[in-house]
């Protein structure tokens, strides 16, 4: 859940008043771009991504013009960009043209969450504009603060006194960031950067102008909400399938998940948190998805999420893999007997389909859960095998795999002969 | 701003040593204790640590108390209540909501200025809230654990505070001994306990640290406290990517450290832990790197390559702890703390291959499970038969569906085109056990089944004279027979069903056409004489008898002789009934697929079905001696397929006509839930009350079944053969199987399709819209393209082709359709549907009595009738027997809201 780019951050940083660039979206006209170019003389041009893309400007994806002409061709250019980190492929939708902020100064702000002190923590330097990563660490002060009183002005001068910063930009910034700690703890953030924030000379006097814009939000947290930010604006991080599993968040239990290979082989429900990362790096490429259904989620819940992940993907699974260690507090009789309606459920809707089950798990009531998934299996005669938690969880995911492998080659013949599928 | 703790710490840290955090000392107080999850795991807890928390709370709950075995816990509105009422504490265990919990935190630390620990259970804790409250602890001075956690267990003291680390049977995994264990994974604490015992480690104190953005209580808090912690030896630190909490860790004692989620790397939001989400620097191989740094050793231990220092060693499999460390213990020089328990390898504990053949490789046998795993899976043996969950089956059925889009149905997953190439007395069965019997099986269902066709003497038989000759249909005729079927005509055959259940339930017996060691049941089985054994000679069964071991193997019928033997008795009618039916079901029953309801009725069904198809015969057919002219005994080896056609036609049929009677049958078995028939039997298992299945009654369902057809359902297929004998009639058609039978089928079709197209155009100018259809072409669902084909009807005629059985009236049907597009009636070429392959095969048996004049059109409408409530009598088990083990009580009803009155 992350915002990047000043379309959407302009709303939230007005919220603070916290000064900006000037920011119109995509369905600016002709003659307001001619306006823009005239007030700033420069204009940069910019593609909206959705979610959380980074780094625009050392992909090329940032336009920077002087006239109207340009301008219309790099919103042209930058129109349906596509943006690619690593195999991870974003494509834009629409373009904001951002007025440019003559400055002698870049200061780089962020306020994250420090895992090293446990507390917020503000970075800050003025050599901003470029990759914080790039920067040596004396260039740069971290300062946690206390959450309760919050980013305090002395925080800011403090830490600008000890880079020493130019005299000139510590006042201006010391009155406008700690307004920033009000944006970040009162609308659930987990990250807020703004980089650069350019210090214009307002007639003599220098003020900090945010000309981009990063943020993230906890979703665990429903202060965003009260941003009453657009729904799409953070849907396109999910697939339809994730998107569908996130509306379960509500109830009590876990049901993360994330599409690993939408042409993958094994559909693994994984209960735990630990689960979910050994499962997930085991099985690699083979997994459709990564879940995490642990938390002794209720009867109602498990089998929603067991009807929609297998609506998505039993029709292209050779194994359904349910997979966890010994379970502590989640109801092995309640998650199994869910799951099991679950494929039974698929199979009078969609027709048997040649399918193996294995199962990795231990905990309260496991007897009964696996008898009841066996009973249901044997009763569709799919076939099965169910380790207890004395197996090593990594050899059940290697049987599982290998059970995959057999059923590309030729198994699936085989169950679907059993099953009398034509 | 933080109080002064444990020195070196940049934050407030209380607890010293890993032996001072979970001792017999600590005093907890639960909130929300008799919440859903804490309410299940207080007890547990409760009890292993010898009663350690004092009180509980839940709003407005007030006086009400937790029972637990270590004595009552008594719950208060709120901490302060609890605190006046004289109880105190240094523990504080959060099972709050989400957005109770910072709240409930700040209370217990204003309330009570003792408080040393809190420890979060709850999950999906906000940021913001787990900071504010982090702040709160670290103003006042208290350790806070968590959140999304399981607390802190320890095996020395016998103490768990917090959730539920061990499960509902701590002691199973937490086992004393010198391994300190910190787990970002609450499921992964205790697995990783679990395995640590098969290389004979126990553990000192366990901590699951949670895996929020906020670790509370982290790897450098614990680390520490280790090595204050003279009881541990070693430490395990399992974690995952995202933060900087692992940085730079250091102990004078091992350190086995588990890094798992390279993958997650590419994660761009949280999936599985909140916090395994990884920024710059803090991804699953930056973290392997300080470990290796620390350790100096320059890769990842495996059992395949082992490489590990004095120091510690790095996996990233946690089934690698046990050896990792066994063998950093060893450089150490310290040993396991006890014997080895079990091992790691794969233990199948519950497999069925269910019919696939696996390679030797994946075909893991079942092993016995661990205790008390394996008192469990024996006890599940009790549980013989399908357990299925009772749900209303108004307009729905676990038996038999319609796949809308190909209009082809199912019974019990075979597709009725499959079933039409099985015989009717295997699809019999079938609609009952749910598998197909084997040629050994089939001849025992053949014995029994026939054995009951002959009614000649009996009441059901005189109760179908009196219906025919009181004018009433087919269908009525034999609602009248099967109402004398009740149950206390198969009262005798099901209480032996239920003896043998009692007998073999508790045995290793899977497959009764193999061998299996009965000796011992015999002897024991005394009890079941009366339910058995006949009081004297039956000369029937005997000859049965005969049938059933000459043709086939079964354990139950030579238990039966055996058992006879022993007690000195006659081994009955009924008996044999019972024990044939046992043989057919007992594979289904073992796999689940039937209940023991279903095993203990089967006679009943098998008598129903053989007076359906005994009654279709006139009375005069019944004979003292013989049916329809076949000796009663040889009547037993026949097949049930023929019997039926004996019984319909009056004459023995030839094998092709066998065949084609079977295919007729098959193609009528079901045409799913929906259907009039299927929805009367429904209906009348529903009133019976399926809750109790015993009171259900089998022959009133069928009767049910039978009233819901008639002239319009089941009845209509005359309608085709009438038709066809109009088109026919002036031919010198001979023989409908003969290919050569010298009709110009195309003439007769153009002709017609002509005839048809004035008379269609000059009803539709008088304003007759209700003009008269030809029956059988044409389709709902197939239609719309140049040729439309009815796949059922394709099927049956490749069917038949490949079998070089020829129908002149399926053939014509081919030309009528041609015909009709040709002559301009119809836009394309309509298919020829399924309906009509019903009406030729009937009317090519009968054609050739019906041209001698031996038949009349009211007995080929007969015939075709009746053919129908044979095909259907089979869809309509598996319904009865379905809603009987699925239904609920009254369940087809419709509500009053969902009515209307037309009137």
């Given at each position: 859940m992350?915002?990047?780019?000043?379309?959407?951050?302009?709303?939230l940083?007005?919220l603070v008043?916290f000064?900006?660039?000037?920011?119109?979206?995509?369905?600016?006209?002709?003659?307001?771009?001619?306006?823009?170019?005239?007030?700033?003389?420069?204009?940069?041009?910019?593609?909206?991504?959705?979610?959380?893309?980074?780094?625009?400007?050392?992909?090329?994806?940032?336009?920077?013009?002087?006239?109207?002409?340009?301008?219309?061709?790099?919103?042209?250019?930058?129109?349906?960009?596509?943006?690619?980190?690593?195999?991870?492929?974003?494509?834009?939708?629409?373009?904001?043209?951002?007025?440019?902020?003559?400055?002698?100064?870049?200061?780089?702000f962020s306020i994250t969450d420090s895992t090293v002190y446990r507390t917020p923590c503000m970075t800050i330097?003025?050599?901003?504009?470029?990759?914080?990563?790039?920067?040596?660490?004396?260039?740069?002060a971290v300062v946690p603060f206390d959450p309760l009183t919050g980013l305090k002005s002395f925080h800011v001068s403090n830490a600008?006194?000890s880079?020493?910063?130019?005299?000139?930009?510590?006042?201006?910034?010391v009155?406008n960031l700690p307004k920033l700690w009000d944006l970040y703890n009162n609308y659930g953030m987990l990250m807020l950067e703004?980089?650069?924030?350019?210090?214009?000379?307002?007639?003599?006097?220098?003020?900090?102008?945010?000309?981009?814009?990063?943020c993230a939000f906890d979703q665990d947290d429903p202060a965003w909400k009260r941003l009453?930010?657009?729904?799409?604006?953070?849907?396109?991080?999910?697939?339809?399938?994730?998107?569908?599993?996130?509306?379960?968040r509500t109830y009590q239990g876990q049901?993360d998940?994330?599409?690993?290979?939408?042409?993958?082989?094994?559909?693994?429900?994984?209960?735990?948190g630990?689960?979910?990362?050994?499962?997930?790096?085991?099985?690699?490429?083979?997994?459709?998805?990564?879940?995490?259904?642990g938390g002794n989620?209720?009867?109602?819940?498990?089998?929603?999420?067991?009807?929609?992940?297998?609506?998505?993907?039993?029709?292209?699974?050779?194994?359904?893999?349910?997979?966890?260690?010994?379970?502590n507090n989640?109801?092995?009789?309640?998650?199994?007997?869910?799951?099991?309606?679950?494929?039974?459920?698929?199979?009078?809707?969609?027709?048997?389909?040649?399918?193996?089950?294995?199962?990795?798990?231990?905990?309260?009531?496991?007897?009964?859960?696996?008898?009841?998934?066996?009973?249901?299996?044997?009763?569709?005669?799919?076939?099965?095998?169910?380790?207890?938690?004395?197996?090593?969880?990594?050899?059940?995911?290697?049987?599982?795999?290998?059970?995959?492998?057999?059923?590309?080659?030729?198994?699936?013949?085989?169950?679907?002969?059993?099953?009398?599928?034509? | 701003m933080h109080k002064e703790g444990v020195a070196g710490f940049p934050y407030y840290l209380g607890v010293n040593s890993l032996s001072e955090l979970a001792t017999k000392d600590d005093k907890v107080v639960v909130f929300n204790i008799l919440g859903k999850e804490s309410s299940g795991v207080t007890?547990?807890s409760h009890?292993?640590s010898?009663g350690n928390i004092v009180f509980g709370t839940g709003p407005g709950k007030s006086?009400k108390?937790l029972?637990?075995?270590?004595?009552?816990i008594p719950v208060y509105n709120s901490i302060q209540e609890g605190m006046a009422a004289g109880h105190e504490f240094n523990t504080a265990v959060v099972y709050l909501p989400p957005s109770g919990v910072k709240d409930g935190v700040a209370e217990a630390v204003r309330c009570n200025p003792k408080l040393k620990k809190v420890i979060v259970l709850t999950e999906k804790v906000s940021v913001k809230d787990s900071r504010v409250m982090r702040a709160i602890c670290q103003t006042n001075g208290v350790d806070l654990f968590g959140g999304n956690c399981l607390g802190v267990a320890d095996?020395?003291n016998?103490v768990r505070l917090g959730g539920a680390l061990?499960?509902?049977?701590?002691?199973?995994?937490?086992?004393?001994?010198?391994?300190a264990l910190f787990s970002n994974s609450g499921n992964?604490t205790?697995?990783?306990?679990?395995?640590?015992?098969?290389?004979?480690?126990?553990?000192?104190t366990s901590i699951s640290s949670g895996k929020d953005v906020y670790i509370h209580y982290g790897p450098q808090e614990f680390i520490h406290a280790f090595n204050n912690d003279?009881?541990?030896?070693?430490?395990?630190v399992y974690c995952e990517p995202g933060g900087y909490y692992e940085h730079g860790l250091?102990?004078?004692?091992?350190?086995?450290?588990?890094?798992?989620?390279?993958?997650?790397?590419?994660?761009?939001k949280s999936?599985g832990h909140a916090g395994s989400l990884s920024g710059?620097?803090d991804?699953?191989?930056?973290?392997?790197?300080?470990?290796?740094?620390?350790?100096?050793?320059?890769?990842?231990?495996?059992?395949?390559?082992?490489?590990?220092?004095?120091?510690?060693?790095?996996?990233?499999?946690?089934?690698?702890?046990?050896?990792?460390?066994?063998?950093?213990?060893?450089?150490?020089?310290?040993?396991?703390?006890?014997?080895?328990?079990?091992?790691?390898?794969?233990?199948?504990?519950?497999?069925?291959?269910?019919?696939?053949?696996?390679?030797?490789?994946?075909?893991?046998?079942?092993?016995?499970?661990?205790?008390?795993?394996?008192?469990?899976?024996?006890?599940?043996?009790?549980?013989?038969?399908?357990?299925?969950?009772?749900?209303?089956?108004?307009?729905?059925?676990?038996?038999?569906?319609?796949?809308?889009?190909?209009?082809?149905?199912?019974?019990?997953?075979?597709?009725?085109?499959?079933?039409?190439?099985?015989?009717?007395?295997?699809?019999?069965?079938?609609?009952?056990?749910?598998?197909?019997?084997?040629?050994?099986?089939?001849?025992?269902?053949?014995?029994?089944?026939?054995?009951?066709?002959?009614?000649?003497?009996?009441?059901?038989?005189?109760?179908?004279?009196?219906?025919?000759?009181?004018?009433?249909?087919?269908?009525?005729?034999?609602?009248?027979?099967?109402?004398?079927?009740?149950?206390?005509?198969?009262?005798?055959?099901?209480?032996?069903?239920?003896?043998?259940?009692?007998?073999?339930?508790?045995?290793?017996?899977?497959?009764?056409?193999?061998?299996?060691?009965?000796?011992?049941?015999?002897?024991?089985?005394?009890?079941?004489?009366?339910?058995?054994?006949?009081?004297?000679?039956?000369?029937?069964?005997?000859?049965?008898?005969?049938?059933?071991?000459?043709?086939?193997?079964?354990?139950?019928?030579?238990?039966?002789?055996?058992?006879?033997?022993?007690?000195?008795?006659?081994?009955?009618?009924?008996?044999?009934?019972?024990?044939?039916?046992?043989?057919?079901?007992?594979?289904?029953?073992?796999?689940?697929?039937?209940?023991?309801?279903?095993?203990?009725?089967?006679?009943?069904?098998?008598?129903?079905?053989?007076?359906?198809?005994?009654?279709?015969?006139?009375?005069?057919?019944?004979?003292?001696?013989?049916?329809?002219?076949?000796?009663?005994?040889?009547?037993?080896?026949?097949?049930?397929?023929?019997?039926?056609?004996?019984?319909?036609?009056?004459?023995?049929?030839?094998?092709?006509?066998?065949?084609?009677?079977?295919?007729?049958?098959?193609?009528?078995?079901?045409?799913?839930?929906?259907?009039?028939?299927?929805?009367?039997?429904?209906?009348?298992?529903?009133?019976?009350?399926?809750?109790?299945?015993?009171?259900?009654?089998?022959?009133?369902?069928?009767?049910?079944?039978?009233?819901?057809?008639?002239?319009?359902?089941?009845?209509?297929?005359?309608?085709?053969?009438?038709?066809?004998?109009?088109?026919?009639?002036?031919?010198?058609?001979?023989?409908?199987?003969?290919?050569?039978?010298?009709?110009?089928?195309?003439?007769?079709?153009?002709?017609?399709?002509?005839?048809?197209?004035?008379?269609?155009?000059?009803?539709?100018?008088?304003?007759?819209?209700?003009?008269?259809?030809?029956?059988?072409?044409?389709?709902?669902?197939?239609?719309?393209?140049?040729?439309?084909?009815?796949?059922?009807?394709?099927?049956?005629?490749?069917?038949?082709?490949?079998?070089?059985?020829?129908?002149?009236?399926?053939?014509?049907?081919?030309?009528?359709?041609?015909?009709?597009?040709?002559?301009?009636?119809?836009?394309?070429?309509?298919?020829?549907?399924?309906?009509?392959?019903?009406?030729?095969?009937?009317?090519?048996?009968?054609?050739?009595?019906?041209?001698?004049?031996?038949?009349?059109?009211?007995?080929?409408?007969?015939?075709?009738?009746?053919?129908?409530?044979?095909?259907?009598?089979?869809?309509?088990?598996?319904?009865?027997?379905?809603?009987?083990?699925?239904?609920?009580?009254?369940?087809?009803?419709?509500?009053?809201?969902?009515?209307?009155?037309?009137?």
């Amino acid at each position: 859940m992350q915002i990047t780019g000043m379309l959407w951050g302009r709303k939230l940083l007005d919220l603070v008043e916290f000064p900006r660039s000037e920011v119109r979206g995509p369905e600016a006209s002709v003659e307001e771009i001619k306006a823009m170019i005239k007030k700033h003389k420069q204009l940069f041009i910019k593609p909206f991504f959705k979610g959380g893309v980074g780094k625009k400007g050392k992909s090329g994806l940032i336009g920077r013009v002087d006239n109207l002409q340009d301008a219309l061709k790099e919103k042209e250019r930058l129109y349906f960009a596509t943006h690619q980190d690593g195999n991870r492929i974003t494509k834009s939708n629409g373009v904001t043209f951002e007025g440019g902020v003559p400055a002698d100064h870049e200061i780089y702000f962020s306020i994250t969450d420090s895992t090293v002190y446990r507390t917020p923590c503000m970075t800050i330097t003025h050599h901003g504009g470029v990759d914080i990563e790039e920067l040596p660490p004396e260039k740069l002060a971290v300062v946690p603060f206390d959450p309760l009183t919050g980013l305090k002005s002395f925080h800011v001068s403090n830490a600008l006194d000890s880079l020493g910063a130019p005299k000139e930009i510590i006042s201006p910034l010391v009155q406008n960031l700690p307004k920033l700690w009000d944006l970040y703890n009162n609308y659930g953030m987990l990250m807020l950067e703004l980089n650069p924030i350019r210090m214009f000379n307002n007639g003599g006097r220098l003020t900090p102008v945010a000309c981009d814009f990063k943020c993230a939000f906890d979703q665990d947290d429903p202060a965003w909400k009260r941003l009453h930010l657009p729904d799409d604006l953070f849907a396109s991080d999910d697939s339809e399938f994730e998107q569908e599993i996130n509306q379960l968040r509500t109830y009590q239990g876990q049901s993360d998940v994330f599409v690993i290979n939408d042409e993958g082989t094994i559909t693994a429900p994984t209960f735990g948190g630990g689960a979910n990362a050994m499962v997930t790096e085991l099985l690699g490429e083979d997994a459709t998805i990564s879940s995490d259904f642990g938390g002794n989620p209720p009867y109602v819940k498990m089998n929603d999420i067991s009807k929609i992940t297998f609506k998505y993907w039993l029709p292209q699974s050779n194994v359904l893999f349910i997979i966890g260690g010994k379970a502590n507090n989640t109801d092995i009789f309640e998650t199994f007997r869910a799951m099991a309606d679950g494929i039974k459920w698929y199979f009078q809707q969609h027709g048997p389909q040649p399918l193996f089950v294995v199962v990795g798990r231990g905990g309260p009531n496991l007897i009964r859960g696996m008898a009841y998934l066996r009973d249901t299996l044997d009763s569709l005669g799919i076939p099965y095998r169910f380790f207890g938690h004395d197996s090593a969880m990594s050899e059940v995911i290697n049987y599982a795999r290998a059970v995959n492998r057999w059923m590309k080659n030729g198994g699936k013949e085989e169950i679907k002969k059993s099953l009398n599928i034509k | 701003m933080h109080k002064e703790g444990v020195a070196g710490f940049p934050y407030y840290l209380g607890v010293n040593s890993l032996s001072e955090l979970a001792t017999k000392d600590d005093k907890v107080v639960v909130f929300n204790i008799l919440g859903k999850e804490s309410s299940g795991v207080t007890p547990v807890s409760h009890e292993y640590s010898g009663g350690n928390i004092v009180f509980g709370t839940g709003p407005g709950k007030s006086g009400k108390s937790l029972s637990t075995k270590a004595g009552k816990i008594p719950v208060y509105n709120s901490i302060q209540e609890g605190m006046a009422a004289g109880h105190e504490f240094n523990t504080a265990v959060v099972y709050l909501p989400p957005s109770g919990v910072k709240d409930g935190v700040a209370e217990a630390v204003r309330c009570n200025p003792k408080l040393k620990k809190v420890i979060v259970l709850t999950e999906k804790v906000s940021v913001k809230d787990s900071r504010v409250m982090r702040a709160i602890c670290q103003t006042n001075g208290v350790d806070l654990f968590g959140g999304n956690c399981l607390g802190v267990a320890d095996s020395w003291n016998h103490v768990r505070l917090g959730g539920a680390l061990g499960g509902n049977h701590p002691e199973e995994s937490l086992i004393k001994g010198s391994v300190a264990l910190f787990s970002n994974s609450g499921n992964f604490t205790t697995t990783i306990a679990v395995y640590l015992s098969t290389a004979g480690w126990g553990t000192t104190t366990s901590i699951s640290s949670g895996k929020d953005v906020y670790i509370h209580y982290g790897p450098q808090e614990f680390i520490h406290a280790f090595n204050n912690d003279d009881r541990s030896q070693a430490s395990i630190v399992y974690c995952e990517p995202g933060g900087y909490y692992e940085h730079g860790l250091k102990s004078d004692k091992p350190i086995i450290a588990c890094v798992v989620g390279r993958w997650k790397a590419k994660l761009t939001k949280s999936c599985g832990h909140a916090g395994s989400l990884s920024g710059s620097g803090d991804d699953a191989e930056a973290k392997e790197k300080w470990f290796m740094d620390y350790f100096g050793v320059k890769d990842i231990y495996t059992p395949e390559n082992p490489v590990f220092s004095k120091k510690g060693a790095l996996v990233t499999n946690i089934a690698h702890i046990p050896e990792a460390l066994t063998a950093v213990m060893k450089l150490n020089g310290k040993k396991p703390d006890f014997e080895p328990r079990g091992n790691l390898s794969l233990k199948c504990w519950f497999g069925n291959n269910n019919g696939a053949v696996l390679p030797k490789e994946l075909d893991v046998q079942q092993v016995e499970a661990i205790d008390p795993y394996n008192g469990q899976i024996d006890a599940l043996k009790q549980q013989v038969g399908a357990q299925v969950s009772r749900e209303t089956l108004k307009d729905a059925s676990g038996a038999s569906k319609m796949d809308p889009k190909t209009q082809v149905s199912q019974i019990h997953n075979v597709s009725i085109l499959d079933a039409s190439n099985k015989t009717f007395e295997d699809n019999l069965v079938f609609a009952l056990t749910h598998s197909y019997p084997s040629a050994s099986g089939t001849s025992m269902a053949n014995a029994v089944l026939n054995a009951y066709v002959n009614l000649h003497g009996q009441p059901a038989l005189a109760a179908a004279t009196a219906s025919r000759e009181a004018g009433n249909s087919p269908n009525t005729v034999q609602a009248g027979a099967v109402s004398i079927i009740g149950k206390k005509k198969a009262q005798k055959a099901m209480d032996a069903a239920e003896a043998l259940l009692d007998i073999f339930k508790l045995t290793d017996l899977n497959d009764p056409e193999g061998t299996f060691d009965y000796k011992s049941l015999v002897k024991g089985a005394s009890g079941h004489k009366d339910a058995l054994l006949g009081v004297a000679a039956d000369p029937k069964a005997a000859k049965v008898l005969d049938v059933c071991k000459s043709k086939s193997k079964s354990v139950f019928i030579d238990f039966l002789v055996d058992f006879a033997k022993e007690q000195k008795g006659h081994v009955s009618m009924d008996s044999i009934v019972a024990a044939v039916w046992a043989t057919l079901a007992w594979p289904s029953l073992r796999s689940k697929k039937i209940s023991k309801t279903t095993l203990v009725r089967l006679p009943w069904y098998s008598l129903i079905y053989s007076t359906m198809v005994g009654v279709a015969a006139p009375e005069g057919k019944h004979g003292a001696d013989s049916f329809c002219g076949v000796k009663n005994d040889d009547l037993l080896t026949n097949s049930f397929t023929r019997t039926a056609f004996l019984s319909l036609m009056g004459r023995d049929a030839s094998e092709g006509e066998l065949f084609e009677f079977q295919v007729l049958l098959g193609l009528i078995i079901t045409n799913g839930p929906g259907t009039i028939s299927a929805q009367g039997s429904k209906g009348a298992v529903s009133a019976d009350g399926p809750e109790q299945p015993d009171r259900v009654q089998v022959n009133k369902g069928f009767i049910g079944f039978l009233t819901h057809t008639g002239f319009a359902h089941g009845g209509n297929g005359y309608e085709a053969a009438a038709f066809l004998i109009d088109q026919f009639k002036d031919t010198a058609l001979k023989d409908p199987a003969d290919a050569k039978h010298g009709v110009d089928l195309e003439k007769l079709a153009v002709d017609y399709a002509k005839w048809y197209g004035a008379y269609k155009q000059e009803q539709k100018g008088l304003g007759h819209l209700e003009y008269a259809k030809i029956p059988c072409v044409n389709h709902p669902v197939f239609k719309g393209k140049d040729v439309n084909v009815d796949p059922r009807e394709e099927y049956v005629s490749k069917l038949f082709k490949d079998k070089g059985l020829y129908n002149v009236f399926l053939d014509f049907y081919h030309h009528l359709v041609e015909g009709l597009f040709k002559a301009k009636v119809t836009k394309n070429v309509y298919c020829v549907n399924v309906d009509a392959v019903i009406a030729v095969i009937l009317l090519k048996m009968l054609w050739s009595d019906y041209k001698k004049g031996s038949i009349k059109e009211e007995d080929i409408e007969w015939a075709s009738f009746m053919a129908f409530l044979f095909g259907r009598m089979i869809g309509c088990a598996a319904e009865i027997d379905d809603h009987t083990n699925r239904g609920k009580n009254m369940d087809t009803r419709t509500p009053a809201s969902k009515v209307t009155y037309v009137g």
